[in-house]
């Protein structure tokens, strides 16, 4: 623990002293679900989100248990967020100059009439029910899905033409849209909602937030990911057969979401109360590259993610296999994929175009001994390589190009060989990513 907390701290300290201008479009917020009920899992939970030093908080909804009363809702909300919220006029401390909270109504909310004590309590954008706004690269959306909304919740509502129009007219990288209700969940206590299945994919959006259900689950019914997160500290919820596309499904423990957007990338990582990471989902923006290959026999490696791509469609008339490292010995395959290094012998020289995701952070799995490792999608610093999990870096980096090479730089699409000591991760990392912590 005490070298994962150096390399931590290592990975600070680089990041502290890089060029302002690699944070302008930078932004990290917290989400929580499911959460409002003046309880000591609330309490943990909102202890874990304040260490994250997030930038803002989303709810998605159901902020006030029981009943969305006026008299429980600064002990269910304001006794633990009220630093991120403005105006603030509770009773536990002082709120902040500008709004860091931004919630959406649940089916708790709207049990008070007209859901009143919420829409008096938070002081919100536009019609305050459903709204839009915009931090550093992220254009976030919060719905209200609830059967009482007046603007309806079905795909040809005013309220889903409103989020179709707005999602078409934004410019940011990433588009957030966030509710109650589960378009999809596995629960065994709510499920899907297929009245909110919208087409949000086509509409422009990158990623769909919703709670109701108590659990976390991370699904990909199409090519955006939906998350169900609302473990805030109400209570659990167990799981039934899950949805087509359910990827991830947890419910161990009371936690909440933590997210990192830049211009190349969005991190969602879901972390237990305890501090545990429980998942990790990355997504890369969709870029080109073109790389140089030489004669002969090339160590390379492909600069963006994407499906395995055939060594066959890449390189048709390569004249060998292509052949990877597996514990000292190598294997042969027939298919490349990001984030691993290979050998193959080329007859000629050549420039490939490829396609895919950026690769703005990588943790690369490395194990006593020499390793073959890839680079990412920008260039990468040999120093700035760090070392997790324990292990030492014991060599210098090493590429190939009609003869061996000490790199200082490691190049997209290029593959290098380095020595460690002991099993663990090496760190690579793109000046504007987020920090990057290893997968579980």
Same mark, same amino acid.
């Given at each position: 623990m005490s070298s994962q907390r150096s390399a931590a701290h290592a990975i600070t300290l680089f990041l502290v002293f890089l060029a302002p201008v690699c944070f302008a479009q930078q932004t990290r917020f917290a989400v929580i679900g499911d959460f409002g009920s003046a309880s000591q899992p609330e309490a943990d939970v909102a202890a874990l989100v304040k260490s994250w030093d997030p930038e803002f908080i989303l709810t998605v909804g159901d902020n006030n248990y029981e009943n969305g009363e006026a008299a429980t809702i600064d002990a269910n909300i304001g006794q633990y967020y009220h630093e991120f919220i403005s105006p603030y006029a509770g009773t536990y401390g002082a709120g902040d100059t500008v709004n860091r909270f931004f919630p959406c109504l649940g089916n708790h909310d709207w049990v008070a009439a007209g859901a009143a004590p919420y829409l008096d309590y938070f002081t919100l954008p536009g019609i305050e029910r459903y709204y839009e706004f915009v931090r550093g690269p992220v254009h976030f959306f919060s719905l209200d899905v609830d059967p009482h909304e007046?603007?309806?919740?079905?795909?040809?509502?005013?309220?889903?033409?409103?989020?179709?129009?707005?999602? #078409?007219? #934004?410019?940011?990288?990433?588009?957030?849209?966030?509710?109650?209700?589960?378009?999809y969940s596995s629960c065994s206590r709510h499920g899907s909602y297929p009245i909110l299945q919208w087409p949000y994919e086509r509409w422009g959006a990158s #990623?769909?937030?919703?709670?109701?259900?108590?659990?976390?689950?991370?699904?990909?019914?199409?090519?955006?990911?939906?998350?169900?997160?609302?473990?805030?500290?109400?209570s659990i919820y167990t799981f039934a057969t899950p949805v087509a596309g359910s990827q991830f499904r947890y419910n161990g423990d009371y936690g909440a979401m933590r997210v990192e957007a830049d211009q190349d990338s969005i991190v969602f990582t879901f972390v237990a109360r305890t501090g545990d990471v429980v998942d990790r989902y990355p997504v890369y923006d969709t870029d080109t590259a073109s790389v140089t290959f030489g004669s002969g026999w090339e160590l390379l490696s492909i600069p963006l993610r994407s499906a395995k791509r055939p060594v066959a469609t890449l390189f048709p008339d390569a004249l060998s296999r292509a052949f990877r490292l597996s514990h000292g010995q190598y294997e042969q395959v027939d298919s490349l994929e990001a984030g691993t290094g290979y050998w193959l012998k080329l007859p000629v020289g050549r420039t490939v175009q490829f396609a895919g995701d950026t690769i703005a952070v990588e943790s690369v799995k490395v194990v006593s001994g020499w390793n073959i490792i890839s680079g990412i999608t920008r260039p990468v610093s040999a120093t700035s390589v760090i070392p997790g999990g324990g292990?030492?870096?014991?060599?210098?980096?090493?590429?190939? #190009?009609?003869?061996?090479?000490?790199?200082?730089?490691?190049?997209?699409?290029?593959?290098?060989?380095?020595k460690v000591i002991g099993d663990g991760f090496l760190y690579l990392f793109a000046p504007s990513a987020p920090e990057p912590s290893p997968p579980r």
């Open positions: 007046p603007d309806g919740i079905d795909s040809n509502s005013v309220q889903a033409q409103w989020l179709k129009a707005q999602l #078409a007219s #934004a410019t940011e990288k990433w588009k957030i849209v966030y509710m109650h209700h589960s378009p #990623a769909v937030f919703s709670g109701h259900d108590h659990t976390y689950e991370r699904i990909l019914p199409g090519g955006i990911p939906y998350f169900v997160d609302g473990l805030g500290g109400k292990i030492f870096i014991a060599s210098r980096f090493v590429g190939y #190009a009609e003869g061996y090479y000490v790199a200082d730089t490691l190049l997209p699409g290029k593959a290098y060989w380095v």
